[in-house]
């Protein structure tokens, strides 16, 4: 219905303008008069066949910078365009994110422009932005095509290491359909610069479907990954129980971040990863450390904490967990290490005793795949 109203919008113009033309000759009279008005038809089709030709071929997305939203400071809008190369230069589009705007030239031939979007503090997590609205205009605004989502966008941040791109949701807009969801089934993979059409829409729906065939994968035999439990109920409301395990977390991560192949992770959302040949871990989590305060981040409990432990640290098969918790949540984290000993990682659990004991942290690992450890700080 779209594309109807489209062409017959364009067929009207080209009726006024040949009837303009026409009339302009009359008054003229002669061959001058006919010469404009075939100068103005021929641009005319020319310009109408570039619009119909090359709107075919555009897409617009929403992406980010992982170190950006880890910043919190920006999103990065997308348009890509493809057309004919000898399509016309007086093609516009306007993208529209909330109260943020961006309009451009599209020349001819491939193209790509990328816009920072300011929407304040992020993050880790699922938002629903503004509604967004994408308008591809051609001969001075005379043909649109206005594609809009009326439910706002679904930007997915998930975990990568640092040096990749954050992988969220794509949004695809073919000629005159509007906008397509991601339907379920669809192979995701995290956004890579320099994708074109085949762009593969992420959302946390399709990340499941990532995340079990990643568990069949082997992993690295030398990775390991601290992490830190920041929830409040897990410590029972003790915050030296709480230093404790800062302390351990810190020890644990000075002692092993000689080899660049460990991570650490927050149940706060922190998630840095040392990759090989990239650096000291040891700088980041300082950072991470630093700034941590134990909370209550979602009231998480149970199954919940046990699914977002596994989707965001992420261990494979002969890699190994050091779990650090305080007494009253060491059940939940031995649920956890259960699941990961069953894809055959290795897993160590320190509780943190608090003032409840002397002893500053005691090693659960007892029962679990994994070298026993001395308590660390």
Not at 12 to 35: D, E, P
Not at 120 to 132: D, K, V
Not at 274 to 280: E, S, V
Not at 310 to 324: F, N, P, T
Request: proline letters at 5%.
């Amino acid at each position: 219905m779209r594309a109807a109203l489209a062409y017959l919008r364009v067929v009207g113009w080209t009726m006024v303008v040949l009837a303009m033309g026409y009339a302009f000759a009359k008054i003229q009279g002669g061959f001058s008069g006919w010469y404009l008005f075939a100068v103005v038809a021929v641009l005319f089709v020319y310009e109408w066949m570039a619009v119909w030709t090359s709107t075919r071929g555009w897409e617009v997305a929403v992406a980010a910078d992982k170190e950006s939203l880890w910043a919190g400071e920006e999103l990065v809008v997308e348009l890509r365009w493809r057309r004919w190369r000898w399509a016309s230069w007086l093609t516009w589009a306007r993208v529209k994110v909330g109260a943020a705007e961006w309009a451009t030239v599209l020349p001819p031939g491939d193209w790509a422009g990328r816009r920072q979007v300011p929407m304040g503090p992020l993050a880790r997590g699922e938002y629903r932005l503004a509604p967004a609205e994408v308008e591809i205009s051609d001969f001075f605004g005379l043909y649109h095509v206005r594609m809009k989502v009326g439910n706002g966008l679904t930007v997915v941040v998930y975990p990568q290491p640092l040096e990749d791109r954050a992988g969220l949701q794509i949004l695809r807009a073919p000629a005159h359909k509007g906008f397509r969801e991601e339907r379920p089934g669809m192979t995701a993979r995290p956004y890579r610069p320099g994708d074109r059409l085949n762009w593969i829409h992420w959302r946390a729906t399709a990340a499941r479907g990532l995340l079990q065939s990643r568990e069949a994968e082997a992993g690295d035999p030398g990775r390991w990954v601290v992490c830190l439990d920041l929830r409040r109920q897990a410590y029972a409301g003790d915050p030296e129980a709480f230093e404790q395990a800062v302390r351990a977390a810190t020890a644990v991560v000075l002692e092993r971040d000689r080899s660049g192949e460990g991570g650490f992770w927050t149940t706060d959302g922190w998630w840095v990863r040392g990759p090989r040949g990239k650096g000291p871990l040891w700088p980041a989590v300082r950072r991470a450390l630093a700034a941590a305060r134990w909370g209550e981040p979602a009231g998480e409990k149970g199954g919940a904490l046990v699914d977002r432990v596994i989707r965001e640290v992420g261990l494979r098969v002969g890699e190994e967990a050091i779990v650090i918790t305080g007494k009253a949540g060491a059940e939940e984290w031995e649920e956890v290490i259960r699941r990961w000993r069953g894809r055959g990682g290795e897993a160590v659990l320190y509780v943190a005793r608090g003032t409840e004991g002397r002893e500053p942290i005691s090693d659960r690992a007892a029962g679990f795949r994994g070298e026993r450890k001395g308590a660390p700080g």
